[in-house]
């Protein structure tokens, strides 16, 4: 696959310069992104918040193909929160439009291209519809070994801790343990997350400095990637940007440098 890559990006000569740059064995594992901007570059362009949307859809087309190239074992993308049904109900019926309409449209193309769906957050409290969808193409991607692609929906770091939290609590007691005995590893098996390697690199477009609720458990260690640029403009060039800077950053996981 990274052959035909290299094939698709010749022609571009900064593409083609920045995946030079990229030691392909110290990809992260895991890249988790915060997809921020769609709104402010519509308006910047005097156009209605959906069409920025939409046009974000398009970059996460680009860097979804980007990850399955280069063979990320997990790609998250934080698409809406449980917050973000304070919004317009006119732009929240509009992204859930939206939502339906690239479920079906991109459902073959990423079962064609090994890609394994799951959606995670409140997924219950979404239209029975959207729900179907959800579950159809989770069953039919099941199989697939190559990027895992999970799409933060209806999704809360907080929510998704104490709900782990308690699963695990109920666990132990229904064993006839002691809370006592909760731990890490017990909250940790009840996260969406569960089984998908830790986050190494968290991206922010947008150039905000927060991580808005999202995955506060699973980026504990993970390097962050803050870009002034808007989430619609975020495309494969991009991404490769933030991996070689990822690859630039010395991990310590809270030790000291190497002597």
């Not at 399955?68 to 006119?90: D, G, M």
């Not at 509009?94 to 939502?99: A, K, R, T, V, Y």
């Not at 995955?215 to 390097?223: G, H, K, P, R, V």
Request: proline share 3%; aromatic share 8%; charged share 30%.
């Amino acid at each position: 696959m990274l052959k035909s890559f290299v094939g698709i990006i010749e022609e571009n000569s900064q593409e083609a310069e920045l995946l030079e740059r990229i030691d392909l064995k110290r990809l992260p594992k895991h890249i988790a992104i915060i997809m921020d901007g769609n709104g402010r570059w519509a308006k910047m362009r005097g156009k209605p918040r959906l069409q920025g949307h939409r046009e974000g859809a398009e970059s996460v087309r680009a860097i979804l193909d980007t990850c399955a190239r280069l063979q990320i074992k997990a790609l998250t993308l934080y698409a809406f929160s449980t917050e973000n049904w304070k919004r317009p109900k006119e732009e929240v019926s509009g992204l859930m439009e939206m939502l339906r309409y690239y479920l079906k449209k991109e459902l073959d193309t990423l079962h064609k291209n090994n890609i394994r769906f799951q959606a995670i957050g409140r997924l219950s409290e979404l239209a029975p519809d959207i729900q179907n969808q959800i579950r159809q193409a989770e069953e039919k991607t099941s199989s697939n070994t190559g990027t895992i692609l999970s799409v933060a929906l209806n999704y809360g770091g907080r929510a998704e801790i104490a709900e782990a939290a308690r699963k695990a609590a109920k666990k132990l007691l229904q064993e006839g343990r002691s809370l006592d005995e909760l731990n890490e590893e017990e909250i940790e098996k009840h996260l969406y997350t569960y089984g998908l390697p830790e986050v190494d690199l968290l991206i922010r477009t947008s150039g905000e400095y927060r991580v808005s609720n999202f995955l506060l458990w699973q980026i504990a260690y993970s390097e962050i990637y803050i870009t002034p640029v808007l989430f619609p403009d975020f495309r494969r060039a991009e991404i490769l940007k933030a991996i070689i800077d990822f690859q630039n950053r010395e991990r310590r996981f809270g030790g000291i440098k190497a002597q």
